[in-house]
């Protein structure tokens, strides 16, 4: 079984109490963070090594890395081969500011987006725009209601009710 199964068993589990559940995630978002403020300190530099380094580097277990590393795959500039991943497996961190800041914004990750990092990368111009562009990217537009008597959108002529909209 890979190490990614491993930690999506333990993550998601429904065997496991709530109140454990509940506990590993707020423990789990706490160590994120400190993640996020390091690689924030310096975004333009690529950390990279096996996920057993990254571990000790951050000080967490290699099941923490695991998840940190399936958090944050969708902003990366390559992506890393996450379901294949042993704690031997070689892995970048490289990020791409804005994907990230967005995915962040995406997942309602407050405490993540919020961080004050964000103000030495981007201005806060750039920040309301991303911000906006990530919660318009989900947003779902209706078109305009088409009554019965209105004309049919096929250009048929006819009446909506006596054409498309039997």
Known sequence: ???????RDMAY????????LQKFWTDYFMIEKGIYEKLLANPDEEVKGTVKELADKYGISVM?????????????????????????????????????????????????????????????EKLKELYREAKKANTIVKGPKIGRNDPCPCGSGKKYKKCCGR
């Open 1 to 7: 079984m890979s190490l990614l199964q491993d930690w």
């Open 13 to 20: 589990s429904q065997q496991t109490d709530k109140r454990q």
């Open 64 to 124: 923490t890395m695991v998840g940190f590393l399936d958090g944050i795959d969708d902003s990366l500039k390559i992506k890393n081969n996450i379901e294949e991943m042993t704690e031997d497996s070689v892995v970048s961190l490289a990020f791409d500011k804005e994907l990230l800041y967005k995915n962040m914004v995406d997942a309602k990750a407050d405490w993540l987006y919020g961080l004050p990092a964000w103000q030495k990368i981007f201005s806060e």
